[in-house]
């Protein structure tokens, strides 16, 4: 089953306007963290928010917020003021509790939103 | 600080030959990932080390990929003989190890080795 589902394959936005990147994702893991990326066509995976499943607000990191919906098990990136170096894959991706012997868990990808900001 | 280095960029093979990428992690970060990045998807774990041991092989095609992390910090993919369908990005990502709340823990990525397998 898939664990991360980005519905949308690709998506346009205008310049300056704000826009919404839709992840919902599976676990029966009641600790867990949500993180999103940004790949440019340079290829490397660029960091931008993360979410924990117990954090009580909404994250948020300059342009980014993200609209954390816990019930719904949703994780939307918001961007604002969307500019033209904002054109990229984007990816959604959960992490579950701790493996054996401490260790982090897998990152696990959703299939990714092509964002194209139109000047 | 450096970032999480990999070599080459780029490789063309032809299928069944054999083929080798390099990354060096983040200084200090016991962590390593490779992830399998096919064109229009998005990146799947092939092996992830805590450091220099093996924490999760199961998507990592034993038959013709192999992986090492020497003395816990560089480490090497090897593919032999490569495939057609193994054309894709390959991607190392490292990150350190949790204290407490694991799942929290942030990974950085290399920019990744495109193969093309022809």
């Known amino acids: 089953a898939q664990k991360i589902t980005q519905t949308q394959p690709g998506m346009f936005v205008q310049e300056k306007e704000a826009v919404t990147l839709d992840c919902t994702y599976d676990t029966s893991d009641p600790s867990y963290g949500l993180f999103w990326y940004k790949q440019p066509s340079s290829g490397e995976m660029i960091f931008l928010i993360y979410?924990?499943?117990?954090?009580?607000q909404n994250a948020t990191e300059g342009r980014y917020s993200l609209n954390f919906q816990k019930a719904r098990k949703s994780a939307n990136l918001v961007i604002s003021a969307s500019q033209l170096g904002d054109s990229a894959m984007y990816f959604c991706a959960m992490r579950e509790g701790l493996g054996s012997s401490g260790s982090a868990r897998q990152l696990t990808f959703g299939s990714g939103t092509q964002l194209t900001v139109l000047p | 600080e450096a970032g999480v280095a990999q070599s080459p960029r780029y490789k063309i093979i032809e299928k069944r030959q054999s083929v080798a990428f390099w990354c060096n992690p983040i200084s200090g970060h016991a962590t390593l990932y490779w992830y399998q990045q096919i064109l229009g998807q998005g990146p799947k774990l092939l092996i992830q080390?805590?450091?220099?041991?093996?924490?999760?092989d199961s998507q990592l095609p034993k038959d013709r990929f192999s992986a090492e992390r020497l003395k816990g910090v560089d480490s090497t993919l090897k593919i032999q003989p490569a495939k057609l369908e193994d054309s894709a990005v390959y991607l190392c990502?490292?990150?350190?190890?949790?204290?407490?709340?694991?799942?929290?823990?942030?990974?950085?990525f290399g920019q990744g080795t495109r193969l093309t397998v022809v």
């Open positions: 080390f805590q450091n220099n041991g093996v924490v999760d």
């Open positions: 979410q924990g499943s117990y954090d009580q």
């Open positions: 990502a490292s990150s350190l190890k949790p204290r407490d709340r694991g799942w929290s823990t942030e990974a950085f």
